[in-house]
């Protein structure tokens, strides 16, 4: 298995795709268009990683130099959390979509459950947390139902072939099964041996909401931008590099494939080559089910990116 179906349309979501968070403007065209020259065809991308126009760059050279097809890729995105307001999804998203140069996203996901001051992208973009002090963070009174409803409108004007949600708990995904007219098809959430979130997956399974892990590393996507919170890397982890040498493959491969096997794709970000093509390659072997117990023992509910642990002022619906 290689990929995930898409229940509502049937689309098949690549398990290993390449994630676009921090990867430098001005790396992000020849890294994706030599990704998809290796076999990438899902990269995971969002306003809030403020790198769009140049991911897109790397996909339109390589659909047209004829290396794929538009619909040989699979190319997610998020609405930015200042975007929740009816009136803004489909703005956003059809300037989202000519950044990347695309008529349509195939997933495009709600970054966060949580609604922020409208920020026009003219003055700021991307807008990021914070407000214009750069320090307080303004909720906004909309509700994820009145988000819902606007991105199942991109599905009806063609602009997005799957929606979902990411970061955010099964409670939550309860309410959106009742009011949903479509209902998420992926959830995007952190995940690897230090956050299991084995209850979510579970019941995101039982619903039929297909799963995609990030951070599979854990700490290691957060120590460039210093917020790994001094945890052990998990990739000189003792025992994922016992797994690993016993199965000849790296920690990272590891990692990925702890999270594949158990139908969960992932979006590692990596811009050196060699890397990425040992990414895609973690699919090549099967870890056995003592192994993959022994990796989630290590579950410590150790959360790296956490909205709640912004060290700031929070002017509540200012
Ligand atoms: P990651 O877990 O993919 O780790 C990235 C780090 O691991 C980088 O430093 C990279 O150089 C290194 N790395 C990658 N492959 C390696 C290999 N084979 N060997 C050794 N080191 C390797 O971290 P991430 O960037 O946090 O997450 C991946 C993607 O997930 C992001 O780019 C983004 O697309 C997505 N994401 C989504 C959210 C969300 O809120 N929905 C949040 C974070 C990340």
Redesign the pocket.
């Known amino acids: 298995m290689s990929s995930i179906t898409l229940p509502r349309t049937g689309q098949q979501m690549p398990l290993v795709g390449?994630?676009?968070?921090?990867?430098p403007n001005s790396e992000c065209a020849d890294v994706v268009y030599n990704a998809i020259k290796s076999g990438y065809r899902l990269f995971?991308?969002?306003a809030?990683?403020g790198n769009e126009k140049e991911v897109g760059e790397g996909v339109r050279r390589a659909l047209s130099e004829g290396l794929v097809k538009r619909e040989e890729l699979f190319i997610?995105s998020?609405l930015w959390n200042t975007f929740h307001a009816k009136e803004h999804v489909k703005a956003q998203a059809t300037m989202q979509l000519d950044l990347w140069g695309l008529d349509y996203f195939d997933l495009f996901?709600v970054?966060?459950p949580i609604a922020l001051k409208y920020v026009d992208p003219a003055e700021r973009y991307p807008p990021g947390w914070f407000g214009a002090d750069g320090k307080t963070v303004h909720l906004q009174e909309t509700s994820l139902q009145e988000t819902w409803t606007a991105m199942e409108e991109l599905v009806d004007a063609g602009l997005a072939k799957n929606i979902g949600i990411?970061?955010c708990q099964g409670s939550l995904l309860c309410d959106m099964l009742r009011f949903a007219r479509i209902k998420p098809q992926v959830l995007?959430?952190?995940r690897?041996p230090y956050l299991t979130q084995e209850a979510l997956i579970a019941f995101a399974k039982e619903v039929g909401i297909a799963v995609t892990g990030?951070?599979?590393?854990?700490p290691?996507?957060?120590?460039?931008i210093s917020m790994d919170r001094g945890a052990q890397s998990l990739?000189s982890h003792d025992l994922v590099s016992t797994v690993a040498s016993r199965y000849k493959k790296?920690?990272?491969?590891v990692l990925?494939r702890w999270s594949t096997q158990q139908g969960i794709a992932?979006?590692?970000?990596?811009?050196?080559e060699d890397?990425?093509v040992?990414?895609l390659d973690s699919l090549s072997f099967d870890l056995s089910a003592a192994d993959i117990k022994a990796l989630s023992d290590l579950n410590c509910n150790l959360r790296?990116?956490d909205p709640a642990d912004i060290d700031v002022r929070m002017s509540i619906f200012a």
Not at 214 to 218: D, K, V
């Open positions: 390449m994630g676009t968070w921090k990867i995971d991308g969002a809030d990683y997610t998020k996901l970054h966060f990411s970061n995007q959430i952190e690897h990030y951070s599979s590393f854990g290691q996507g957060y120590i460039e990739l790296s920690p990272a491969q990925l992932v979006v590692p970000k990596v811009t050196y890397k990425w040992e990414n790296m990116n």
